[in-house]
């Protein structure tokens, strides 16, 4: 079974600086996108980040120029630095991946169990 588990959560000071790591798992066969949604308390789950074919990025524009992604392949994984962290960047961050289970016949959505990030001073 397919697997996303995410890591680097907690608290930072605004301006700060957070790096979130997220690693699949599992019977993949090959991977489309990784990268990072968030959802904060009463609000709809947002695009952050993601990556396409290793090569193709893409930013919410409330994230550009303060936060980095970045995949690795072969290693499946997705990383997240986030840099001059504001309190409204406050969310469950929650890692996702389109990809192709060798179990299965078509791509198909995952994601990972989520992971808090809170920047308060």
């Known amino acids: 079974q397919v697997q996303l588990v995410e890591s680097g959560g907690g608290l930072v000071q605004p301006g700060g600086s957070l790096r979130l790591s997220c690693a699949a798992s599992?019977?993949?066969?090959?991977?489309?996108?990784m990268g990072w949604y968030r959802q904060a308390p009463g609000k709809q789950r947002e695009l952050v980040a993601t990556v396409t074919d290793g090569v193709t990025t893409r930013y919410s524009p409330s994230v550009t120029g303060r936060f980095t992604v970045s995949s690795d392949n072969g290693r499946n994984t997705v990383d997240l630095q986030m840099d001059n962290v504001k309190p409204e960047d406050t969310a469950v961050y929650y890692c996702y991946s389109l990809l192709w289970p060798r179990t299965g016949l078509t791509f198909d959505d995952y994601w990972g169990q989520g992971t808090q990030v809170t920047v308060s001073s």
């Open positions: 599992g019977p993949i066969g090959s991977i489309k996108t």
